[in-house]
């Protein structure tokens, strides 16, 4: 069996208070293994610990026990193997569309040349259908374009991994179906290992080759399903399936009796 592409082993996730140095855990042990071009979703309550984790993988939180691994390689930072979508997007208002997808790449694109880095932004920028808006500003585009925009920048890194923390959750909700679709387009056109943080649930079996369920105080992995549906997925079909609607259940099963617990 070859090895997962990333693995949490046994990750302790916790916050030290800056005011009184108390320390405050997060999470319980998480192990979890994700093959390499594989979607995990992670679905719980708010406070179980994904964004944290996903900051952990991305190496920008150290995690307090255990170890994250890529490729058999300790993370011990953040790296170019690995690209965040944040929710707010987090883009530069005083960039334009291009600058900003290109400001991803801009550190390692010195390495890598400048003729490349306009190669890898217009690639990235096409994946996600911007390439008419290249000289616009984030303010002239809709919530949805400025996310595309955040894709685009990530997709620029040209990542192994892709952390995805609600990416869709400040867009309306039409908009995030049409980009739950473009995201399962992108990922047929350019595989990756993604990790991908979301509260709901349809999202998570959509767009999941398997969903973690998470439960809180401290954070923990239930269980992690399996989502056998095969892919390019079609959303309308998938969502009427019996299957589909049995895991549905599960999870919301799941994710009530965390709530209680
Ligand atoms: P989720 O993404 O599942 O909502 P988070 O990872 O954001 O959960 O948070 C997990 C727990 O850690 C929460 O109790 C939260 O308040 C706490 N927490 C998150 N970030 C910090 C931080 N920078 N400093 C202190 N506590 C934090």
Redesign the pocket.
Known sequence: MPRPHLEIRDVV???T?ARNGTW?Q??AALTLAIDAGQVMTLV????????????AIAGL?PAAGGEILIRGTRVTGPGIDRAVVFQDYALLPWRTVWDNAAFGLTLAARRAGAGDLRRRVDTALALVGLTDFAKSYPYQLSGGMQQRVGIARALVVEPEILLM?EPFAAVDAITREVMQEELLRILQARPMTVVF?THSIDEALLLGDRVAV?S?RP?RVREVLQVPFPRPRAPRGLRAAPEYLALRERIWDLLSDGRGG
């Not at 719980?44 to 900051?55: A, D, E, F, Q, R």
């Open positions: 996730l916790g916050y208070d405050f997060a999470t719980g309550p708010s406070g179980c610990g994904k964004t944290s984790l996903l900051n939180v923390d943080v998470m809180a954070g």
